[in-house]
Every structure is written in C-alpha cells, then in structure tokens.
C-alpha cells in the first residue's frame, strides 16, 4: 500500500544569542527553548510527520535542532558557505558539528566564503578556507547576502515558517519574513517574541511587518 501521507516542511528562523540577553544562558534562552519545546509538541499532536529546516546560526536556528532531535523529529541542515563557524569559540563549532552530524540531510547552499579582516587584499577573489582547507572564492559583496541566499533556499522548501522575532525591522530574521511576505505570501508564519512572551499569526497581518 502506497503511504500518501505527506510531510509538513518547517522552517526556523530567529535570533542569535547576542539579541536574546548575551551569550550566558538567562531567561530570554530559557523562553525561546520552552516556546518552541511546546510548540512542536502540540504540532506532532496534530501533524505526526514533520521535518524541521534549520539555517544552523548560533541560538534560535541550533536550539530548534537540539529540540527536534529530543522530540524525534528529523531535521534538515542549510548551511550559507563552507566556512560556516569559523569565527566561533572552539566549543560552540565542535558544538555545531556534533550537533550537525545528527542531521537527516546537509547541503551548503554556497560554494563562497566569508569575506573576512585578516584578508589583505580587499579585491582578492580566491582564499583558503579556514574549515576545508580548500581554494574557495570569496563572495563580492557580504556575508550577509550569502545569509540572505540561505533563506530563500529555506523558504522555498518550507510549508511552514516558526520565527523568533523581536520586532525589529534589522538583520537576518526580519529579512527572512520579509523574503516570505514578498514571494511566499500564503505560507502560515507563528512569531513569536521572548520580551513579551506573546505569539501571534504574522501572515495575517502582513501589514505590521
């Protein structure tokens, strides 16, 4: 018998540790991990066959994936370049490739690496990189754009879309929702915000964004 049952695809998005409190765990982390505990709880009450699709950043996106692997969920990793972590403490990128490893699916979704300080030549166009050890180009413009190139891989796979959002119109998350207000406007979007504690339907009122 063929199974035609179908997968709900969901998308996280949200802050990193620096816009939730600091680095030190503290009450916002504490909210933020127990929102979405709950959340993808009452989800598999409703919607047994869920996959998650994470960006990996530090905070909400790695927090979504430690939780889906507690609840048995299966996630999917999209990573912006290869050199994705170079720059963190040894602890939160053996963090990161632990947690990695557990992913039912990876995919770099750019062969570009960071533009970083320590490059000499503002126009060089080929660096080695600090992960794979590899020649790789480097991306013309920011890090941010191959960010940006991550969302939109992640939306378009996407069904539905958690986010961790202040409010504020600045950075990757605001830029996430804004990419799904533009091009995936009927997909459902739950923001949730750890200062107030309070969720609401976002793509219901596409107009407070």
Same mark, same amino acid.
């Given at each position: 018998?063929?199974?035609?049952?179908?997968?709900?695809?969901?998308?996280?998005?949200?802050?990193?540790?620096?816009?939730?409190?600091?680095?030190?765990?503290?009450?916002?982390?504490?909210?933020?991990?127990?929102?979405?505990?709950?959340?993808?709880?009452?989800?598999?009450?409703?919607?047994?066959?869920?996959?998650?699709?994470?960006?990996?950043?530090?905070?909400?996106?790695?927090? &979504?994936?430690?939780?889906?692997?507690?609840?048995?969920?299966? *996630?999917?990793?999209?990573?912006?370049?290869?050199?994705?972590?170079?720059?963190?403490?040894?602890?939160? *990128?053996?963090?990161?490739?632990?947690?990695?490893?557990?992913?039912?699916?990876?995919?770099? @979704?750019?062969?570009?690496?960071?533009?970083?300080?320590?490059?000499?030549?503002?126009?060089?166009?080929?660096?080695?990189? %600090?992960?794979?050890?590899?020649?790789?180009?480097?991306?013309?413009?920011?890090?941010?754009?191959?960010?940006? %190139?991550?969302?939109?891989?992640? &939306? &378009?796979?996407?069904?539905?879309?958690?986010?961790?959002?202040?409010?504020?119109?600045?950075?990757?998350?605001?830029?996430?929702?804004?990419?799904?207000?533009?091009?995936?406007?009927?997909?459902? @979007?739950?923001?949730?915000?750890?200062?107030?504690?309070?969720?609401?339907?976002?793509?219901?009122?596409?107009?407070?964004?």
């Amino acid at each position: 018998m063929t199974n035609n049952t179908k997968t709900k695809r969901i998308v996280i998005t949200g802050h990193r540790p620096q816009r939730l409190g600091g680095w030190y765990k503290n009450y916002l982390h504490e909210r933020v991990r127990n929102y979405m505990t709950d959340w993808f709880q009452r989800v598999l009450v409703k919607e047994p066959h869920v996959t998650l699709i994470t960006g990996m950043a530090t905070g909400t996106d790695q927090w &979504a994936a430690q939780i889906a692997l507690d609840l048995c969920i299966p *996630f999917q990793a999209y990573i912006p370049g290869p050199d994705h972590g170079a720059g963190w403490s040894e602890w939160n *990128f053996n963090a990161y490739k632990e947690l990695l490893s557990w992913a039912q699916q990876s995919q770099v @979704v750019s062969d570009y690496i960071q533009k970083v300080s320590d490059v000499d030549d503002p126009n060089i166009e080929w660096t080695t990189c %600090r992960i794979t050890g590899k020649k790789q180009p480097v991306h013309p413009r920011s890090y941010g754009d191959m960010m940006q %190139r991550r969302n939109i891989a992640m &939306a &378009a796979d996407a069904d539905v879309c958690l986010a961790v959002w202040d409010g504020s119109r600045s950075g990757g998350t605001y830029n996430m929702l804004a990419h799904i207000k533009e091009h995936h406007r009927g997909m459902p @979007v739950i923001a949730y915000n750890p200062h107030t504690d309070e969720a609401r339907r976002l793509d219901k009122r596409w107009a407070s964004l």
